[in-house]
């Protein structure tokens, strides 16, 4: 086998596993792909348009493409709409802004909190108009670590984005199904598959919590290369991975 084609089989078992572990997937689901147009959501979409052709589970799949008109953070809508119509995936691309200097009762809010949550309104909004019951996110196995450690080290506990996210007030869920998978193994496999670079990268993404916190998850692993694997394995323990709101 070639590299390229032992990364997807790698990543393709974490992906069936994940759904299998979570039951992410259910007959008649309309799910909604986040496709920011970075590897991660470029890698999601892929996995999910191939697994929507296999007769059961029987689901449709959609992509949207949030546009942040204030910040520099751009994708080609060219590469995405050839990219999802190479799948047979309708692409639908909405625009939103959001101001800098919002603020809450505890003063000002971080600018990559306010674009999430602009982000993730437009997403809900996108999945209620398109009749879609799951929303899928393209956060891997990393992600998951790392925002475990975050609440740790700021927020005094231990959680996590969860695998499967039953939203109680309004019928939705949002499913994570690459959350086995590493991130690395997603990196290689889009420079082998040669999915197009974003334009332009957020002017915040290296100034975060999120980006200290995977700097020292990096040296631990260094240090440790089970770490990854010991941080998993109490998650999955203490149950953090499927939860509602």
């Known amino acids: 086998m070639t590299e390229l084609e032992q990364l997807h089989k790698r990543i393709s078992e974490r992906f069936v596993r994940a759904f299998a572990t979570y039951g992410l997937l259910s ?17 999601l979409l892929e996995l999910l348009a191939r697994r929507a052709r296999i ?41 939103t802004r959001f101001d800098v200097r919002q603020g809450g009762a505890g003063g000002k809010k971080p600018a990559c909190f306010l674009c999430s949550w602009h982000r993730r309104k437009q997403l809900f909004n996108m999945a209620q108009q398109l009749g879609c019951n799951k929303i899928a ?76 916190v995977r700097q020292l998850f990096e040296m631990a692993e260094k240090a440790n ?11 999955v323990r203490e149950d953090k991975l499927t939860e509602g709101q």
């Not at 910040?71 to 190479?86: P, Q």
């Not at 949002?174 to 998978?181: S, T």
């Open 27 to 43: 007959d008649g689901d309309r799910v909604l792909v986040g496709l920011s147009g970075g590897k991660d959501s470029l890698c």
């Open 55 to 95: 007769d059961r589970p029987a689901f449709g799949v959609e992509a949207v493409h949030v546009r942040m008109e204030n910040i520099a953070y751009e994708s080609s809508t060219d590469y995405l709409e050839h990219f999802c119509a190479s799948l047979g995936v309708p692409l639908h691309v909405v625009a």
């Open 137 to 212: 996110l393209g956060h891997h196995q990393d992600d998951l670590l790392h925002t475990s450690l975050m609440n740790l080290f700021y927020q005094g506990r231990f959680a996590t984005m969860p695998a499967m996210l039953k939203m109680r007030k309004m019928p939705l869920s949002i499913i994570r199904p690459l959350c086995m998978v590493a991130e690395a193994d997603i990196a290689r496999y889009a420079e082998l598959r040669g999915y197009e670079k974003q334009l332009k990268q957020c002017p915040y993404e290296h100034d975060s919590n999120r980006s200290s």
């Open 225 to 235: 290369p089970e770490v990854r694997f010991s941080l998993w394995n109490a998650l």
